[in-house]
Structure formats: structure tokens, C-alpha cells
């Protein structure tokens, strides 16, 4: 009906139906429907800003106060209006006949931001995602390229569009580890978009409320401003917090009695829960409960993730798929039993627990078709309802309906070998508890743990993000690790560990000692098979980032004229955000 009286521009459509494009190429296959070029884009009617709050006022004026690159860093809680802050700034730009890109995550959230974005500015918002197809962003880069596009709201890859009249970059949940590209050609995106800025010679916008330990670091050394947004806009209060000590209490499901009470709770007072588990599929891990055997998978030292209900078995890591034995392969025993609980097992308890109540799962299995986020939220609605989901739902959603956020995977994070786990789980939890109680509503956030008394808890709980980032940040100089620090991971994968072992020996040894670098290693990777390859790694530290670079830079030709390196596959990785 959108079609028949007159013609549509994309973008408006997007705007009205966001899962026009299938509809509209059925019609276009029939001759129904045809794809013409239009003389610009309408320009939509801006919305009237809402009054700032004190705090947001004082922002937007630090950021209209001088020329030129200047890093901002945006540090305000959730709910405290972090994007009116960014649409003021891109509308400054925009009266300034400059360009502006907005980097945002993750795919679910560009399509909420480009609704709030075009209705609020006077331009048209494009859009640059790899969920896009190669037409929609090669227009979005030409638009761009040619000074017609004004504005661009993408995911990491946005961060190479041409900007010929740039006026602002703007990063947002500047902390999330999406914006860190893992394969073929590595970069942060956050790292890059402060690059683009100073050659650009424009304002970079970091917002974030629990920002990385890194900017943080840049931020209390004076090389960022540093802007606080410490309450919540329109009244709105933070949530309130309880810890629920599950310890010598019966779960079911992994769900605790007072967790389903709460959700009952708020049920029944017409609103909405957030269950949230970090967790995809049904199980971790299915066992023999007699002799204790797990199915793991064959190409990697990694447990098999059950899912569909028990009914098949997936790796993570590689994708490998295999049916769940009868038995167990070990003593021949019918005692198989999937372990734990992931978040389609919690779905199944929940449903079976409240089955009148509408429940909607939202994870990487459930979100993978185009649109599919916004669909799922839009069936919830605001009619009263639980959503269970991993941490696709922790960033930028807004659910005026959503009081009640229940964590139940909490201890997962709690004793992990990795040295940001804590800066993490913090970072994860305070996100996720932030979608609670975002409008008029009171929220709740209930914290299921079997460790009540684990110091990282007791900080976040005391003293909120800023306790913890700085808790994290005297270890982390304690220990000499970054943002006092810098790393490079040299790693390798062959068939075989002697190849992988053979080149990280050779490695180290072309690896030329300087004062303040060192190379330690040749060390296996915590997953030392995957895929059906070994995995190795090297990993150098510096205390200065220049004496880093000059060394891999002598590294390099080193490294790629050994001939142990054409039997191996081999990256060198600057400031990784993991050492998997």
C-alpha cells in the first residue's frame, strides 16, 4: 500500500516498513513494482529537541567551545540522554555544512538509531552495515564520497567511508569489543576513528557508560576531556539492585525460586523482565552422569554446545554439528544429561513456568535473518512479557515496559584467566541492569550468584563503574599490564603443533631484544586446536607504544623471509583485546 499512490524513496520507506525490500523485489519480479533514481531523497521534518537536562546542557557547550581535533570523552550512566547529546553536536555540524558518522556496535542497533536519528534531523541518515547488500552500501559510500550524504550511522566498517566535508565522528558504547576487527586486516575501529579525526582535523565523540579502561586511562592523563552525565533524564530513577544468594538452594533449570518470584512479581503487575544469560543454545555440555565422559568436538579442544533441546550437538568455535549419542560412548550408559543451562533451556523453563505470559528468546540463533531484533521486540510490544537473551539485548535498547532485569550467568565471569574479565562482566553488568526502569517505572536488577561475598561484586554494588575502573586500573598498573602497557600477539595455526612450535621458535629468535620490548613465548594459545589446527602464539610487551612499533617494524621482513612461515598461517595482532 506504501507503493500505490505515489513514488517512495528508500530511505522513507525503511523509515515507515522495515522489511519492505523482500515485498517490494516479489513485486518488481511481477512488473508490479519498478526501481527508479529520484532527484534527492525528501528531506524529513526535524522533530523539536526536548529541554536538556543541566548536565547534558553542559556537555553539548564543552562541545561547541573550540575548533579543530579535540577527543571527547562522554561518560554518563544509562538512561542519562548520551544520544541527545550526540544528535545536538551532528546538528551543530550539520548547521556548519559539515559531514557526520556515527559508529554504533552492533547491526540491532542501526536500524533504532537511524529511526531516532531521521526524526529528529533534517537530513537524510544512511546507512553502512555488512547486513546491508553490496548495492545499499556502495550508494551509502557514494553519497558520502560526493558530499550529497550528510549524515552515516554504521557498524566498524563505516569507520573507512569517505568524509570530504567531515564536521564530526562520533563513537558510541565506545567500550564495546565489537568495534575490534579479529581477522584478516586488524583494527579498532574506535583506535582508527580517533586517527581519522586528527588528520581530519574535526571533534571525535567517545560516549559510553562504562567506558573501556584504555580511554579512561587517556581521559585522567589530560589527553581526552572528560564530560559526566551522572543522572538519568526525565526523571526516570536508577534501578535498584539485590543480590540473590543461591547457595544450598534448589535451581531449576538454573533458575532459582526468588528469581521466578521476582519475574512473577512484575508480571503481574503488567510489565516486563528481562531474563538475561550469556549464554547461547540449550547446554554447555552434555555428560555422562555415571563415568563423567562430555562430548567434544573433534577439531577443537572445546566442549560441544547443546542445542534444540538436546536434540543436536554444535561447536562454537568451528561450527561442527553432530547427533547426540544414545548412549555414551565411553560405558555404554543411558545417563546422558545436557549440563547447565543456556538460553533456549531457560526459555523452555520459563515457558512451562508462565504459559500465558508472551515470551520472546533473543540470541545470535533467533536474530540471524535481516530485521529480525526489531521484529522480535516489536512482537513483545508493550504488552506484559518476559525477553530472555544474551548480550545483544545489554546495548542501546530502549523498553519504557522493561522493570525488571534478572542475571542469572553472573559467576561465569567471575574467575576467568583473562585480565580484562573484570573490567568485562562490570561493563556487561552494568549495561544490561541499565535497561531496567528507563522511563517513569521503578526498575529492579536481581544478581543470582553462588558468590555473594566476590570482592569485584561488592565494588560494583558500593560504588558503582567508577570504583571498579579504578580498582581495575591500580592492578593493571600493578601488574604492568595495558593501558600502562602495550602487547602484540604474533599468532600461528598449522596442521601439526612441531610446524606451529618450529616458527614461533624461529620467530623469537629473529626477534631483535631492545630496552622496554620483550618477547615471551613461544607459548600454546589457551584453545591449542581449533578447527582441526594447532594454535600458537607469541606475545610481545612494551612499555612505551613507540619502542613497540619500532621493533615490529624491524620484525616484520624478519618474520615474513623465514621459510618456516609459508607452512604456517600467521598474524600479528596490535593491542588485542583477548589472547585467544
Not at 204 to 211: D, H, I, K
Request: hydrophobic content about 40%; aromatic content about 4%; some cysteine.
Amino acid at each position: 500500500m506504501e507503493l500505490c499512490d505515489a513514488t517512495r524513496d528508500e530511505d522513507e520507506l525503511d523509515l515507515r516498513l522495515p522489511d519492505w525490500r523482500s515485498a517490494a523485489r516479489a513485486l518488481a519480479r511481477r512488473g508490479l513494482a519498478e526501481r527508479v533514481p529520484v532527484q534527492g531523497p525528501p528531506a524529513p521534518h526535524p522533530a523539536p529537541a526536548p529541554e536538556p537536562t543541566a548536565g547534558q546542557s553542559e556537555a553539548i557547550g564543552a562541545l561547541q567551545a573550540g575548533e579543530g581535533f579535540r577527543p571527547v570523552l562522554l561518560e554518563g550512566v544509562t538512561g542519562s540522554g548520551k544520544t541527545e547529546v550526540y544528535l545536538q553536536a551532528i546538528a551543530d555540524c550539520l548547521a556548519a555544512g559539515r559531514q557526520a558518522l556515527v559508529l554504533v556496535p552492533e547491526i540491532g542497533l542501526t536500524p533504532q538509531t537511524l529511526a531516532r536519528f531521521r526524526a529528529r534531523l533534517g537530513v537524510p541518515v544512511l546507512a553502512f552495515h555488512s547486513g546491508l547488500g553490496d548495492g545499499e552500501r556502495a550508494r551509502a559510500w557514494a553519497e558520502m564520497a560526493s558530499g550529497r550524504g550528510r549524515v552515516l550511522v554504521g557498524t566498524r566498517s563505516a569507520v573507512f567511508c569517505p568524509l570530504p566535508q567531515a564536521g564530526l565522528l562520533v563513537v558510541d558504547e565506545e567500550h564495546d569489543g565489537s568495534y575490534k576487527q579479529q581477522d584478516g586486516v586488524r583494527y579498532h575501529a574506535r583506535d582508527l576513528a580517533l586517527v581519522r579525526g586528527r588528520r581530519l582535523g574535526v571533534p571525535v565523540l567517545l560516549g559510553s557508560a562504562t567506558p573501556s579502561l584504555e580511554s579512561l586511562h587517556n581521559a585522567l592523563a589530560g589527553r581526552y576531556r572528560h564530560l559526566r552525565l551522572a543522572e538519568r533524564a526525565g526523571g526516570a530513577r536508577p534501578p535498584s539492585v539485590r543480590v540473590l544468594d543461591v547457595r544450598k538452594r534448589p535451581l531449576r533449570d538454573g533458575l532459582s525460586e526468588g528469581l521466578l518470584d521476582a519475574v512473577a512479581a512484575c508480571l503481574d503487575r503488567g510489565e516486563q523482565a528481562l531474563v538475561f544469560k550469556n549464554r547461547r543454545g540449550y547446554a554447555p555440555v552434555l555428560i555422562c552422569h555415571d563415568c563423567g565422559w562430555s562430548a567434544h568436538c573433534k577439531r577443537c579442544d572445546a566442549a560441544m554446545t547443546v542445542h534444540a533441546g538436546g536434540r543436536r550437538l554444535i561447536c562454537h568455535h568451528c561450527g561442527a554439528r553432530a547427533t547426540p549419542p544414545n548412549a555414551c560412548p565411553d560405558c555404554a550408559s543411558l545417563a546422558l544429561q545436557p549440563q547447565g543451562a543456556g538460553t533456549e533451556r531457560l526459555e523452555q523453563a520459563l515457558a512451562a513456568r508462565f504459559p500465558d505470559a508472551r515470551l520472546v528468546r533473543v540470541d545470535r540463533e533467533t536474530t540471524r535473518r535481516r530485521d529480525a531484533l526489531e521484529k522480535h521486540l516489536a512482537r513483545l510490544g508493550d504488552e506484559p512479557g518476559i525477553l530472555v537473551g544474551t548480550q545483544i539485548l545489554a546495548k542501546g535498547h530502549d523498553l519504557p515496559r522493561l522493570t525488571l532485569v534478572a542475571v542469572v550467568g553472573v559467576d561465569e565471569g567471575l574467575f576467568s584467566a583473562d585480565f580484562r574479565a573484570g573490567e568485562k562482566l562490570a561493563q556487561l553488568l552494568i549495561q544490561v541492569a541499565g535497561r531496567a526502569g528507563r522511563a517513569q517505572l521503578p526498575g529492579e536488577v536481581v544478581l543470582q550468584t553462588h558468590h555473594p561475598d566476590h570482592p569485584l561484586l561488592g565494588t560494583l554494588l558500593n560504588g558503582g563503574y567508577p570504583a571498579v575502573a579504578a580498582l581495575q586500573l591500580a592492578e593493571r598498573e600493578a601488574a604492568g599490564f595495558p593501558p600502562y602497557a602495550h602487547l602484540a600477539l604474533l599468532r600461528a595455526e598449522a596442521g601439526t603443533e612441531g610446524e606451529v612450535h618450529g616458527f614461533l621458535q624461529e620467530a623469537h629468535a629473529a626477534f631483535e631484544a631492545r630496552e622496554g620490548v620483550h618477547a615471551n613465548g613461544p607459548m600454546p594459545a589457551p584453545m591449542a586446536r581449533r578447527a582441526g589446527k594447532a594454535r600458537g602464539q607469541l606475545l610481545v610487551d612494551a612499555s612505551q607504544r613507540q619502542a613497540l612499533h619500532a621493533a615490529l617494524r624491524d620484525w616484520l621482513p624478519a618474520l615474513r623471509a623465514l621459510k618456516s612461515a609459508r607452512r604456517v598461517r600467521w598474524s600479528l595482532d596490535v593491542d588485542p583485546t583477548d589472547l585467544y
